[in-house]
């Protein structure tokens, strides 16, 4: 075994916590400093409902947990509110002259054009100015947003 290599052991090393307690210990280094030991940490204490929090790790994953939970109630709100019946009829983009029939007619809402063609197709193409390519287009845009809505096929 080589000599001079090895570093001084102490046998009587003083370990201090920042609680405030101290022991004896062996150990290279004379003085050792901890930020925890069994008298304040809460696995030993049995206070498991404070959480050591070193360097903001916990603070950091609740914020990460918050951000998750925000973004998964935004997605169900943006959702919700693709398929609302409130939503303003020009936002199918079926263009100006059948959108401008169904102002005249009181359709100005998704969900008063999803009442008018639960009564059948017949009684959308009695809507003057509004004719079959408008219908196919508006129920072709009804499916691409997520509406579902009675497919009854009684057309004129």
Not at 50 to 72: C, N, P, S, W
Not at 95 to 102: E, I, Q, V
Not at 108 to 135: C, P, R, W, Y
Not at 148 to 156: F, L, P, R
Request: aromatic letters at 8%; a positive charge; hydrophobic letters at 35%.
């Amino acid at each position: 075994m080589r000599t001079d290599i090895h570093p001084t052991y102490y046998e009587d090393a003083t370990v201090t916590c920042a609680c405030g307690n101290t022991w004896k210990t062996g150990s290279t280094k004379k003085e050792i400093r901890v930020e925890i030991c069994s008298n304040c940490h809460p696995f030993f204490t049995g206070e498991m409902n404070r959480i050591v929090d070193t360097e903001g790790q916990v603070d950091r994953f609740f914020k990460k947990l918050q951000a998750r939970q925000d973004y998964v109630e935004e997605k169900k709100a943006r959702e919700t509110s693709k398929v609302s019946p409130e939503r303003p009829i020009a936002e199918l983009d079926l263009g100006k002259r059948p959108t401008d029939a169904l102002a005249k007619a009181g359709i100005k809402k998704v969900g008063q054009f999803m009442n008018k063609l639960a009564e059948g197709d017949v009684a959308v193409l009695a809507i003057t100015g509004f004719g079959q390519k408008s219908l196919i287009d508006a129920k072709k845009k009804l499916r691409a947003l997520g509406y579902e809505y009675a497919n009854e096929e009684t057309s004129a």
